[in-house]
């Protein structure tokens, strides 16, 4: 199911099923007190295709929503999927 795969991959994406012609990624970040935000990218789906985004947004993405979460002293849930790079 999709929730599963979402836990899997560390990232939920929306194919058209917001509205028709949008097409995105959300990544979950936790703050340092619990609380629980995203950060997304996405756009017209005929520029951002499921396979672009999987293919070319999501560990981009990954990555920056590690460096927010640690930068204000959070956690990604799954953060072991990235490759963190030293600063």
């Avoid at 520029?47 to 560990?59: D, I, N, T, Y």
Wanted: glycine content about 12%; overall charge negative; aromatic content about 6%.
């Amino acid at each position: 199911d999709a929730l599963a795969e979402a836990r899997q991959r560390g990232y939920a994406g929306s194919f058209s099923e917001w509205h028709r012609e949008i097409g995105s990624l959300a990544v979950p970040i936790q703050g340092p007190n619990g609380e629980v935000m995203a950060l997304n990218c996405g756009g017209p789906a005929f520029a951002f295709s499921a396979e672009k985004l999987h293919g070319e947004v999501a560990q981009p993405l990954l990555a920056a929503a590690d460096v927010i979460a640690r930068d204000i002293g959070g956690n990604l849930p799954l953060v072991h999927l990235i490759q963190r790079r030293t600063p």
